[in-house]
Nanobody
């Protein structure tokens, strides 16, 4: 059984930083593509960052240069370092694992999802 558990969310001021973590079990983060998505109230879930099992990464334009996705294969963890946070980054953040080694920006290509962690950025 695959489980993803996010942590690290919280309340931070504009310009601050947070690091989100995603603990994976039942599937290795090194063997499958992994991604982060976010969803704000009243809005659709949107792609944030992705990491393929062979090491390639990609980001949404809105977070490029501020967010960094990484993984620890030994701990089987996925991370999202978020710097220079803005109020528009406020959302629930979700970790997801893809069906194969590669990943896209589309939520439909992800198979398992965590329950999310809330990030709130105050102005």
């Amino acid at each position: 059984q695959v489980q993803l558990v996010e942590s690290g969310g919280g309340l931070v001021q504009t310009g601050g930083s947070l690091r989100l973590s995603c603990a994976a079990s039942g599937r290795t983060v090194s063997g499958y593509g992994m991604g982060w998505f976010r969803q704000a109230p009243g809005k659709a879930r949107e792609f944030v960052a992705r990491f393929s099992s062979i090491g390639g990464s990609g980001y949404a334009d809105s977070v490029k240069g501020r967010f960094t996705i990484s993984r620890d294969n030994v701990k089987n963890m996925l991370y999202l370092q978020m710097n220079n946070l803005k109020p528009e980054d406020t959302a629930g953040y979700y970790c997801a694992t893809a069906r194969t080694y590669s990943v896209t920006r589309h939520a439909r290509d992800y198979e398992y999802w965590g329950q999310g962690t809330q990030v709130t950025v105050s102005s």
